[in-house]
């Protein structure tokens, strides 16, 4: 056991047990907060596979963005204007059965997989490749990405504009 | 600029038997005594006439005339009923310079005096004011609360006749 | 370094572990003692008067004392408090600002990682204190801690956004998101600097100048709101939001807040610095060289890394003592409606520039 | 569209409330704020914290002993308060005092004036922010404190018109002491707006917010510079003579929107600052002449004025101070009620800041300059 598998271990255990805790808080600001560090222990993971830039945009964009937009909502809704949010489970047996059904399926492709076993080694950094195939093989997408972005932010806008303001 | 003998007479000329009075043989300022429920007619008059302008309200005062029957209770408190609670009202006009005070008397057991609130917002805590000192019930006030007291407090601290509590809220107040 | 730790120590978990915490106890705790007392004389002094006075000569030992007092201090926590996310929140600050020391490069030996993406890196980690500030807002269960932390995650979140695109426009000259590289770049003496159109040469160093200069001005301008510090400390506006987010919490934990916003200080100095400002390199060139002793290079380093820092940190400090503070909506305004166009307009003229 | 607004979910109002122990009230003022969002939907001021039944205690004492309670109603301007009782008073009984008397009474309530005011502008800027000018402000103040110490012993509660008179004559030094402060704060009212009036951020957090249009001003009784600073030149110093400001030449600062609106924060704030430099010009004019003579008026020992009533009012620093005294002709007061010049002032706040956000709403109530120990009494 070295000092990867240590760490590696570590974070699996951040992840799935703030997973567990997401899924099953009966406060919702919990589970909020409990998504912190499931992203956290992820973009952890996703160093020790080297993929540094990956991780660095899970914190940035998940931890930075979207969970601070989640905890304004969660917060707003339930703190100031004291409306309780409860999350509690509901169809329970579905859940049970498509879960099962998902567990089956990852366990037996688990099995039937051919791992190839790599030593462990530092990772090297994909910033410069990945940023080189954005801009010259991916370009198109990325371009109608950047469109749907820019047409989703003015729709927010729109929406988010009152009756008075025009 | 008018004297306060003047306006008096253009009041009395136009509200009869309401302007009550005019006392003039007190020292620095003459006062025109007016009926309790036609006061905010008379000052609404006062603030909108042209010829008197008067657009602020310097003040407002409530006073415990202490002029009823006095008597002693058990405890050595003196206790008034009957007689008059008053209210002055210390007009000013920036306008055209000139100053005027009325003043409305009321009976002690049931005071109540028409609000002055519509015609000048000054009045408003003016008026909570002495509602809270000495319970004068400005009618149509529309936020008439205790304002320097707490709003449980019993009594009417600066009438002449008022005791001293022994216990606020179950507490003993301390003198 | 970590080859030389590695050495002595011979463990790499243990070494690991020591190398992260020397920015801890090198930097961050030191700095906080120095700043937090040099913020109570230049206040002073700015104000023509003393400031503390009573312990140890000038009262240099007064933070100390202070933290000693904050040690001692039993720790309240609110009975309506939220009390599990109420302890927890002010350590997510704490490592929020301090993770940032990782990737700062000290000198051209001393970097607690010198990751390809350090600059970053920076960036993302500071979403950890925006996490904590909301939890600690939001635990405190009292309005005006978290109408606090409501205004510090917005402001925070917005103003990261003019923050990243003045790094873009750095990282397009640099071609490297390293700190540590960065700094190389910019070798000894000051023209090479990014400030003045970096170590380029030619038409384009000059060119670059007046746009460098802008960089500088939103970039400080924008990390300074990052760290709350006045004229945009809303979130903790003491006259309208009595301290904002930090309200209830007393103590230690109070002081690791305090800790925080003194790290975080630094540690916006230090990236305009790694930045803009030649990192680590020397203006002047180096003694070592001059007289010949290599190994003196690094310790000099460190000296003018830290002393540009300070002096950042100076001018937040100036600036808090002699700016009124902005309104909330006006806070947004500055960052959205000058900021962020002005620095995109600024990425588009040196990306055209560098292209040259 | 339609779809969207039915989705629309309503929102409850946020009620905050502000103090009776917050930084920025000024002593102990509770505001119940209703929000939306960050706007004001409404402000309900709540006072009497500091209540102290000054009205009830004087009418149990003799005319001269009311003195030391005024001092403790605007406890920022206590010589202004002493002076509006003594006047109240001489008055009702027709007591002419001295001159010597007049001109020391003048050069004191100016001095109070512009200490009052370095108050109000130096927490003003906490209010908005900026830090600085408080402590430049109370350097100055400073100053003008140790002058009173110097005439009457006390720093904050002076206790020195008296009804005919002064307690004492002022100390022989008096007269170089105060001439020298108004050559080092001449400068220093320059500093001061280099600092924080002409500050781009001050002017945006103050200019355009709590407008408060002369009509309304009026109609609410406001007077002082909150008045003035919505345009109206109203002084009582000028427009109702009392003492002997009518020997004086100054100026009557009026907010003239510079930066803004008429009647906004920043016109609020700057009537203050102009009015301090034409309380210096007074003291420069008084200080020269004031004459020999007695510090007191010839007057009984027991002071017992005849039967009436007056109504007298001064220009206090922060507006008009109107003492109403009813004298049944005996020794002591039937009845004294004071007409607080921030009691008139901060009704006004919640019609003021309706439509601003929470941190105008600071900046408002700073305007205001008000003091709880003269509101509650």
Redesign the interface.
Known sequence: MNLYDIIFYLFAAITIVSAFIVVNAKNIVYAAFSLLFTFFGVSGLYVLLGADFIAIVQVMVYIGGILVLLLFGVMLTHKITSVDIKAGSVQTIPAVIIIGIFAALLIGLMYSTHWAVNPAEIPVTTTKSLGKTLVTEYVLIFELLGILLLVAMIGAATIARRDGDK | MKTSEEIFNILKEKFGEKITGFETDLPVEPIITVDPLAIKDVCLFLRDDDDLLFDTLMNLSGVDDANGEKTKDEEGYDVISGGTLSVYYHLDSIQKGHKVTLKVSVNRENPEVESVESVWRAADWHEREAFDMFGIVFLNHPDLRRILMPEDWDGYPLRKDYKNPEYYQGMKVPY | MYEYLNNIVGN??IT?FVVAALPLFLVVLPFALIAVLAERKV?AH????LGPMRVGYHGILQTVADILKLIQKEDIIIPQA?K??FN?APFLVFIGSYAVFAALPFSSKFIGTN???GI??I??????V??GI??GG?ASDN?YS??GA?RS??QI?SY?IPTAIVVLTLVMITGT?NLGTMSEQQTAYFWNWNILGGAGEGIQQILLIPFMVVAFTILFISTLAEVNR??F??PE????L?AGFHTEYSGMKFAMFFLAEYANMFAVSAIIVSLLFGGYQSPFGYLGNTLGIPALIPFEQLFWFLSKGVFFVFVQMWLR??????????LMTVCWKYLIPYAVFNLLIVGIITLI | MDKIKTLDVKTEELVLNMGPQHPSTHGVLRLVVELEGELIVNVKPYIGYLHRCFEKHAEAMTYPQVVPYTDRMDYLASMSNNLGYAIAVEKLMGIEVPERVEYIRVIMAELQRIASHLVALGTYGVDIGAFTPFLYCFIAREKILTLFEMTCGARLLYNYIWVGGLSHDIHPDFVRLTKEFIEYFKPKIVELNELLSYNKIFIERTANVGILPLETAVNYGVTGPVLRASGLKWDLRKNDPYSIYHKFDFEIPVGDGRMGTVGDSWDRYFVRVREMEESLKIIEQAIDQIPDGDVKAAIPRRIKPPKGTVYSRTENPKGELGYFIISDGTVNPFRVKVRAPSFVNLSVIGEMSKGHLVADLIAILGSLDIVLGEIDR
């Open positions: 790499e978990v690991y206040s700015m104000q023509d008067r939220d599990k996310l927890l990751a390809e993406v970053f890196y960036l993302a980690v500071s979403g950890f925006v996490a909301l939890m939001w309005k978290l109408l409501m995650a917005a979140v990261e998101l006045t004229p400390d809303i506006a003491e006259s309208e009595v003592w002699t700016l009124p503070r902005l309104r909330v909506d006006q």
